[in-house]
């Protein structure tokens, strides 16, 4: 499931290390960021979690919330201590049952020294109990906790977790989820996967929610609130549960309009990606403030915002096509946002296709067209974009553009086998751009690197292909947007700083 890069002599090294026996020598401190170039201290290092079982209560009145997490991890190296990445506070910590000292640093980071130094290898029970107010804490002045009238929700890109549940936040360590969590009677708690029972007692509802496929921190979420919950099943099958904020407002209709065409669309996403690879779906709408969407697994989140103008299918096909591109096939580094969400994109204009809006192509010449040589617009390279543009809007548009040629230069045989092929290939686990390239070669039996270099890459604007400069060169003097473009434009906003 993770790709993990040896330096020759490295492995030769560590073989030697086991004929040594274990000193404290060895053993040094996990790295308090997990090597991703764009965010240095996110996640760590030394260690892999596979599980997290998260038992929670929540009180909606004053924002408090308290619970024991239980991380199932396997170190990967000789660890003298290793980091989670937290903000509430931390009142105890135990590693395989021995009680262990703890200590914060920098923006999110809690430091474990465990009672004796761990082996590589050595499988992992690690217990946190805390508590807090996760709308009071920040981290690098920006909080992903929105707290709402009737509770909060945790839901960003790329960081989440970090206000309500200690992790390894990246998405190269993904695990599966139990989630339960204690609320008020007549408040809902929300989370990922197959809300496997609810209990009542004294005055306290408990949801149990589980996630049993691998699922990348920033994808869990939790909501807690007063919500309608709807359930139904697809036509090929799958169960649905859908939550609405009981106070959407003049929202309401058009997000149920929208939300309850989950099943609808998820069936027709398959007909592009193949098999929809979890056991649960949905959608939920609290009543935040913020106008994003985000492709929390199996149940995407979504702002009333998005609803304003009426029903929007187009935000639920962009978050389902997520559940393949980004959630079942993740970025091995967040310089592959590419993979993500110019895939995400591309689905808006298949479905803009699919719903007599205007086509795929017709929506590539607009994006070309509307944009001349000297626009900043070019000057982002969506295959890797910086941390500061990662959620650009060319990353969004110029990479479904990028996708368009593409099609155009292997057809659309190759092509659509290509869609339908990669989440396959990387199921469940990270892939680079670099990774896509590779297959799309493949696939295709063509040389692509100059394609891939051309119009992703390059910070200018790409030659238009000979067969289309006149057409183009026409519509750049007056673009005409097809009918779906101002919805499509109005999901570019996915993310919430
Ligand atoms: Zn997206």
């Given amino acids: 499931m993770h790709r993990r890069i040896f330096a020759p002599g490295v492995l030769a090294a560590s073989t030697l290390l086991l ?96 009672k004796s130094p761990l082996d590589k290898g050595t499988a992992l029970t690690i217990v946190v109990r805390y508590s807090g107010v996760p709308s009071s804490k920040q981290a690098y002045g920006f909080t992903s906790w929105h707290r709402t009238p009737d509770g909060g929700v945790g839901a960003n890109e790329p960081e989440a977790a970090w206000w309500w549940f200690p992790s390894n936040d990246h998405p190269l360590d993904k695990a599966t989820y139990d989630v339960s969590v204690q609320v008020p009677d007549g408040s809902q708690a929300i989370s990922n996967g197959t809300l496997q029972s609810t209990s009542s007692r004294a005055g306290w509802t408990r949801y149990n929610w589980r996630s049993n496929k691998p699922q990348a921190t920033y994808l869990a979420t939790l909501a807690v609130g007063r919500f309608d ?49 979890y056991n649960a779906l949905g959608g939920y709408v609290p009543n935040v403030t913020t106008g994003y969407a985000l492709e929390t697994q199996t149940r995407p989140f979504y702002s009333p915002r998005q609803f304003a103008n009426g029903s929007n299918t187009s935000v639920v096909v962009h978050e389902l096509a997520h559940q393949w591109y980004g959630d079942l096939v993740s970025v091995a580094g967040w310089k592959d946002i590419w993979i993500n969400e110019g895939f995400a994109r591309y689905a808006q204009w298949l479905w803009s ?42 990353v969004y548009d110029r990479g479904a553009l990028a996708l368009q040629a593409l099609r155009n230069e292997i057809g659309d045989e190759a092509f659509f086998a290509l869609l339908k092929g990669w989440p396959q290939r990387y199921a469940y686990g990270n892939a680079s751009v670099a990774d896509f390239q590779r ?23 790409p030659g238009a292909p000979a067969a289309r400069e006149a057409l183009l060169a026409r519509a750049a003097t007056a673009p005409v947007p097809p009918r779906s473009w101002k919805r499509i434009a109005a999901t570019n906003d996915v993310h919430g700083r």
């Avoid at 139904?232 to 309401?252: Q, R």
């Avoid at 149920?256 to 099943?263: F, I, Q």
Wanted: charged content about 25%.
């Fill in 229 to 277: 919950i709807t359930t139904g099943t697809t036509e090929i099958g799958i169960p649905v549960v859908n939550a609405y904020s009981k106070d959407l407002g003049d929202n309401d209709g058009a997000a149920r309009a929208s939300v309850e065409r989950t099943g609808e669309i998820a069936d027709w996403l398959t007909g592009y990606f193949g098999p929809y690879p």
């Fill in 353 to 394: 296709e699919h719903e007599d809006e205007g086509t795929a192509q017709e929506l590539a010449d607009y994006v070309y067209a509307s944009h001349p040589a000297d626009d900043a617009f070019w000057t982002v390279k969506p295959g890797d974009p910086g941390p500061e543009n990662q959620f650009d809007a060319a």
């Fill in 19 to 114: 004929a040594i026996p274990a000193s404290a020598a060895s053993h040094s401190p996990g790295a308090p960021g997990i090597g991703d170039p764009y965010y240095p201290d996110y996640g760590n290092g030394g260690y892999d979690v596979s599980h997290y079982d998260l038992r929670l209560k929540y009180r909606p009145s004053t924002d408090e919330l308290e619970g024991t997490a239980t991380l199932l991890a396997r170190t990967t190296q000789d660890l003298s201590r290793f980091d989670l990445d937290f903000l509430l506070d931390v009142s105890e910590v135990r590693v395989n049952d021995a009680k262990a000292s703890f200590t914060t640093s920098g923006e999110h980071e809690l430091e474990i020294t465990p």
């Fill in 439 to 461: 297959y799309a070669e493949q696939v295709s039996g063509k040389p692509l690197a100059a394609l891939f270099d051309t119009w992703l890459f390059q910070p200018s604007k």
